[in-house]
């Protein structure tokens, strides 16, 4: 067995989630590696298609590691305006919450570049390839990727997404439950400033979110009846920019596309067992919500967080106690937030007059207690 190829830690995916963890555990003794099949290009001045809010927490946590810099390119977000499809309102107001701001809305690209880097920099092992097959064995597990090169490791992370390889290689089921919705994502220049405001409409046929990005650009996230997709997919540039400004009432004036929508199938996902000696799963490979709250990347790396706090002062990071306590402590995390995503998903995905008052209702009574609303930015500010 050659030295080069035996780990403390093998995270199988390098994205956002993957690469942060790594990054933490650089600052502790292990031997850590990340196995990545498409590692990130340096970014360009275009628009990313994939963009995130991030909460006050997660980014304290990126800056601190150092991945947080220049090259991300992140709009701080100051007030959120909620409506509801028969004039319920709820406002979020960071001055009025007494913080900076209440999220960062940053593109996938950039930060990934950075994060790529600055473990690079950090002594992290950075490796291209795909796995073929696992061994499992007593503390210490054998990766065998498709190039014939083996990889020894006390523990293996599934960082690899919702269609996770390692999770399959370890025989972990998955509970999933289809929301019959897609997501279409694309960003837009806007005839006005948007001065950092966030909007969100619960309508009748999905969700639509407006998050603001630097300079006078959105993105826009519009969670869509799958039969719907097909049309608003098919419209030509002016004709999407046109519907989606019309949509948001003309808030922002006129919009123009400045990135080709792309659309993706939601879905609520858990998996059976997110912790096992020498295996842990972090991310979309455990879980995933509907992208309304914008937490999915923040469940993630929070994740990322529990579990490096969690290795960090011990020398077995393969232990089993250790990683199903990781496990149980982010077990409740997730499945408020999948409760509460998936149930305001189906109150507003619904005709029945009794809950169009309900829920308008509620959006009104929420605004209109202060000390819940404090409740509700304490939690998504982690």
């Known amino acids: 067995m050659r030295r080069g190829a035996d780990y403390d830690v093998v995270v199988v995916g390098g994205g956002l989630t993957g690469l942060a963890l790594a990054l933490a555990l650089a600052r502790t003794p292990h031997r850590v590696a990340v196995l990545e099949p498409r590692p990130p290009q340096p970014p360009s001045e275009a628009w990313d298609t994939r963009i995130y809010a991030f909460t006050p927490g997660n980014v304290q946590w990126l800056s601190e590691l150092g991945a947080w810099g220049a090259a991300v390119r992140a709009q701080p977000v ?9 004039g319920g309102r709820l406002d979020f107001d960071a001055l009025q919450a007494g ?3 209440l999220a ?7 930060l990934h570049w950075s994060l790529w880097q600055a473990a690079q920099a950090a002594g992290v092992s950075l490796l291209t390839g795909e796995g073929a097959a696992v061994g499992w064995g007593e503390g210490r597990h054998r990766l065998i990727l498709t190039d014939g090169r083996c990889l020894h490791a006390r523990l293996l992370v599934a960082a690899d997404g919702a269609q996770s390889w390692l999770r399959r290689q370890a025989g972990i089921e998955v509970v999933e439950e289809d929301y019959g919705q897609a997501g279409i994502v694309a960003n837009f220049a806007c005839e006005r400033p948007h001065r950092g405001i966030a909007w969100q409409w619960f309508r009748r046929d999905g969700v639509l979110a407006w998050l603001p990005l630097p300079g006078q650009f959105i993105s826009m996230v519009w969670s869509s ?6 049309a608003r997919m098919g419209l030509d540039p002016e ?6 400004a019309a949509a948001g ?3 922002l004036g006129r919009l123009r596309l400045v990135t080709p929508p792309a659309a993706f199938p939601l879905k609520r996902r858990r998996a059976r067992c997110w912790a096992r000696p020498g295996l842990a799963l972090i991310g979309d490979a455990a879980h995933t919500v509907h992208p309304l709250a914008g937490q999915g990347v923040n469940l993630g790396l929070r994740d990322a967080r529990l579990l490096a706090q969690t290795l960090a002062a011990d020398a077995d990071t393969g232990d089993g106690d250790r990683l199903r306590a990781y496990a149980l402590r982010r077990v409740e995390d997730v499945l408020a937030l999948q409760a509460v995503t998936g149930g305001l998903k189906r109150l507003f995905n619904n005709d029945a007059p009794a809950l169009a008052w309900l829920r308008n209702r509620g959006l ?9 609303k404090q409740v509700l930015i304490a939690h998504a500010v982690r």
């Open 78 to 86: 100051y007030e959120m305006r909620i409506f509801g499809d028969a």
């Open 99 to 101: 913080l900076p701001q």
């Open 104 to 110: 960062h809305i940053a593109e996938n690209g950039r």
């Open 225 to 230: 009846r799958n039969a719907d997709v097909p």
């Open 239 to 244: 004709a999407l920019a046109a519907e989606v």
């Open 249 to 251: 009432g003309h808030r």
């Open 364 to 372: 009104d009574l929420t605004d209109a207690q202060g000390w819940l």
